[in-house]
């Protein structure tokens, strides 16, 4: 319900937003408790029932309601009574600068934006409108003599792009629609040789139907003009930055259209990282399950090179469009993992939409306190001599959390994907990407979480870890376009040619660890680690959706999920040299888990149809089903 951006007022946006480009970082907003929107924490400087206006009338406007406090400014809703009686409801911007130069230089600008925005008449484009008059004030009473500016909006029964996208439940094709709106605004407004220029969710309003309206005009400003002021919205600013003295281009704006793309398809994810945007982008789609062909239409957009993004955005739109009308949503359960309990009974930990649950048998319980949501990947073990649960997550923004028995707590931001186990030592060690670098984090009972970050391997994602012997562990990262390998104190190796991988996983085998990769194609190759050749293709030829491996007797064993159920590729056993293939189910399945217990059997877990299920080898390694107590939904 609020009109005006919580990003605005950036006249001093060099001394605002200067050097504030941290990939990943989350705000922390404070809620608007009436509106549904976020805000900016902070209190109001007014309250509601005090009335403005302009000096021959100051008593026009009545505060109704404070929405947040933004740079210079305070954002409120308000009522303009006419002349006529007639009641209006408007949005108020009230500046906060008590200097009156300043606040006439502002005036002057703002009457330029309005007298230009209206003269070009693009369609849903907010115009907004300005005066100057005395400090809110009780009815009756004597204004101060200080003056303030104030812009004024029609009100908009809309939300802020990101809140409409994290709201949305009608799937990637509404998302589309939206974005096909913003695109047609601003392919107007870049027709007629102007750009917006300060582009971001906050200054995109959708209402209940899906109609957007563009607002915040401050920094509209035509293609032929050069500059005063550059202005920087942090995770919307492309790589090439504006210059005082230069010539606004409508990149700038292309690039801004690409970032709310990912807001729409990701509402979840932190910050992006102008550096690259591209690259983090496409891995955040891939891994959130989004097809290859939607990876690079999305990051289309988000191109390091100016002249290489989609202009105009139409046509994008509805390529988009298109491949996101027939994009099947991806599950609710994203992240899946199973282990035996002291007991050697299977413990599957799922996470998704709702957070983090456990199923099994036996007193096993999560930690207790507020944890993370939207997960995209988990991690978690039995540390210390006690055997103390742990689990590690990645949320949507992009944060890591640690959960033990003493409750939940956010251990780092702006990380890309997750892998690792408890190791010989009885610590919890997990490996991740930020900042592209690889990172590991240890945990055990009784001491505190300790970080290190390896910037002899480049990375944009983990996808695997296993610890090859007590201290030395084998990482696979995504990095460009290629998958590396790395161990401890040597230098990142390919495995296999340049390509898209989905998933990744790692098994040690008595021939050495080997590497299994889950393809865009739903294809899956088995490498050998150390060969940059192309592996051999490993399957029935059915694509999957979810993969898992562990190191186990003769050789790995492969567990895969797809439309066909869940399969699992045994190694060879007797005088056959070929491996054997078992289907647990022949419903379709997206998930997929293994573990190796101490008495050697296997557990396996998977997501089928929505539901969780599981197995386990009984004492002659035949397998069974293991029923497990309802979780609820993952």
């Not at 085998?509 to 294809?523: F, V």
């Not at 101490?598 to 997501?607: E, F, K, P, Q, S």
């Amino acid at each position: 319900m609020m009109l005006l951006s919580e990003d605005q007022d950036r006249a001093s946006v060099g001394r605002r937003h200067r050097n504030e480009h941290y990939p990943g970082q989350r705000e922390q907003p404070a809620r608007c408790p009436r509106a549904g929107v976020r805000r900016q924490a902070g209190v109001a400087r007014w309250v509601p029932g005090l009335r403005f206006g302009p000096e021959f009338d100051p008593e026009q406007y009545e505060l109704l309601e404070f929405h947040h406090r933004g740079g210079e400014a305070e954002v409120w809703r308000a009522v303009r009574t006419g002349h006529s009686g007639l009641k209006e409801l408007v949005a108020a911007k009230i500046m906060l600068e008590r200097d009156p130069s300043e606040v006439r230089r502002w005036l002057g600008r703002w009457d330029d934006v309005s007298h230009n925005a209206h003269r070009l008449g693009v369609t849903d484009l907010v115009v907004p409108s300005f005066l100057l008059g005395p400090s809110p004030h009780r009815p009756g009473t004597m204004p101060t003599s200080s003056l303030l500016g104030y812009q004024i909006s029609p009100w908009v029964d809309g939300v802020p792009l990101h809140s409409w996208a994290r709201a949305n439940r009608a799937g990637p094709a509404a998302a589309a629609e939206v974005l096909a709106r913003l695109c047609r605004i601003v392919d107007e407004l870049h027709r007629k040789r102007w750009v917006h220029r300060d582009i971001s969710p906050a200054n995109v309003l959708v209402d209940a139907h899906g109609q957007v309206k563009l607002i915040d005009l401050t920094f509209l400003a035509p293609l032929d003009h050069t500059l005063t002021v550059a202005v920087f919205t942090p995770g919307h600013v492309p790589p090439e930055a504006e210059q005082v003295g230069g010539f606004p281009t409508t990149g700038k704006d292309l690039f801004a259209v690409g970032t709310l793309a990912r807001t729409l398809l990701l509402p979840e994810h932190g910050r992006l990282d102008h550096r690259s945007a591209a690259e983090q982008a496409r891995a955040e789609l891939l891994a959130a399950g989004y097809g290859d062909d939607i990876a690079q239409w999305a990051c289309e957009a988000l191109a390091r090179d100016p002249d290489r993004r989609p202009a105009p955005l139409g046509p994008w739109a509805a390529r988009g469009r298109e491949l996101l009308r027939a994009h099947r949503p991806s599950p609710r359960t994203t992240g899946l993992a199973v282990l035996p309990d002291a007991a050697g009974r299977p413990l599957v930990a799922a996470a998704g939409a709702a957070g983090v649950v456990l199923a099994g048998h036996g007193a096993h319980r999560l930690p207790p306190g507020h944890g993370p949501v939207a997960v995209r990947e988990l991690v978690f073990g039995w540390a210390g001599r006690q055997g103390e649960l742990v689990l590690c997550a990645e949320d949507g923004a992009g944060a890591l959390w640690v959960g033990t028995a003493t409750g939940w707590w956010e251990a780092a931001r702006g990380v890309t994907g997750l892998a690792g186990a408890v190791d010989s030592t009885g610590e919890l060690t997990v490996w991740t990407a930020a900042g592209g670098a690889l990172h590991s984090y240890r945990w055990a009972p009784g001491r505190t979480l300790t970080g290190r970050e390896l910037p002899g391997c480049p990375a944009d994602r983990v996808l695997a870890a296993v610890e090859e012997r007590s201290g030395a562990w084998l990482v696979l990262v995504e990095h460009g376009g290629r998958v590396l390998s790395w161990r401890t104190g040597s230098t990142p190796t390919p495995l296999g040619p340049p390509g898209t991988v989905r998933a990744a996983a790692l098994a040690r085998t008595s021939a050495g660890p080997q590497a299994a990769t889950l393809h865009a194609d739903g294809s899956v190759r088995l490498h050998t680690v150390g060969s940059a050749g192309p592996g051999s293709e490993t399957g029935d030829g059915e694509p999957a959706l979810g993969l898992a491996m562990a190191g186990h007797r003769g050789g790995p064993t492969i567990a895969l999920a797809g439309e066909g159920g869940v399969r699992l590729r045994l190694p060879a056993t007797g005088t056959s040299r070929r491996p054997r293939w078992w289907r647990p189910t022949l419903r379709p399945a997206t998930r997929v888990a293994l573990a190796v217990g101490d008495d050697w059997r296997l557990c396996l877990a998977a997501m089928v149809e929505g539901e969780l299920q599981c197995w386990q080898e009984d004492a002659g390694y035949r397998w069974q089903s293991v029923p497990l107590p309802d979780p609820g939904e993952a």
